[in-house]
């Protein structure tokens, strides 16, 4: 039995369609490659106020796409009514701040195709959005952890930071996951680089 196609996808802007950790660390003089930890400000050796509050409008519009970006949204789009897809980002602990909410939803307008520059939420917690007919994609561990506790699915996309086995064919993987959802009626499941773990939706 098969989900209907109508189902909610949400997915993350850092990590996912956003490159927001290699400009950040070249500017405070790090390698680009990706870190091994999520915590971003750590691996630029500065504390998380420093690095937050020296990010100017200018440099979170100016941040790049992630080098998958383009290929995440075609898979999506071919999985899902482009209607029913939805940018859900929450910027760290400033997620409310004037500054960062402008410059992301500019960031959407930027580089985003129709119909996602009108089907964008960024607030704080990713959690509200959950339920049995929506899916996460994020990239980090403790929201897809949150989404799938409070009774969404969730796919947590592999990144250097967040699984041992992160260098792999990223739309494969995505690919893969999504078909393991949708087919997956009456379960919900939470999908990382190296484990699937499912349970039975409560009605």
Excluded at 91 to 112: G, R
Excluded at 118 to 126: A, D, E, W, Y
Excluded at 165 to 186: C, F, H, K, P, V
């Amino acid at each position: 039995m098969r989900r209907d196609l109508c189902q909610r996808l949400f997915i993350d802007m850092d990590g996912v369609l956003v490159d927001f950790n290699g400009p950040v660390l070249r500017k405070y003089g790090k390698s680009p490659e990706p870190p091994e930890m999520w915590t971003i400000y750590e691996a630029c050796g500065v504390d998380r106020n420093t690095l937050f509050n020296d990010m100017s409008y200018d440099e979170w519009l100016g941040l790049p796409k992630t080098p998958e970006c383009d290929q995440i949204l075609e898979i999506c789009t071919r999985a899902f009514d482009p209607r029913n897809i939805f940018i859900l980002s929450s910027p760290l602990f400033h997620a409310c701040d004037p500054k960062v909410l402008a410059a992301k939803h500019e960031w959407i307008w930027t580089h985003m195709p129709e119909p996602f520059r009108h089907q964008s939420f960024i607030g704080v917690s990713k959690f509200g959005a959950a339920h049995p007919n929506s899916v996460l994609l994020d990239d980090h561990s403790r929201q897809t952890t949150e989404f799938f506790s409070e009774g969404g699915s969730a796919l947590l996309l592999p990144r250097k930071w967040n699984t041992p086995n992160w260098d792999r064919d990223l739309g494969n993987w995505l690919e893969t996951s999504l078909d393991i959802w949708r087919q997956g009626a009456g379960h919900t499941y939470h999908i990382t680089g190296h484990s699937c773990d499912k349970k039975a939706i409560e009605v």
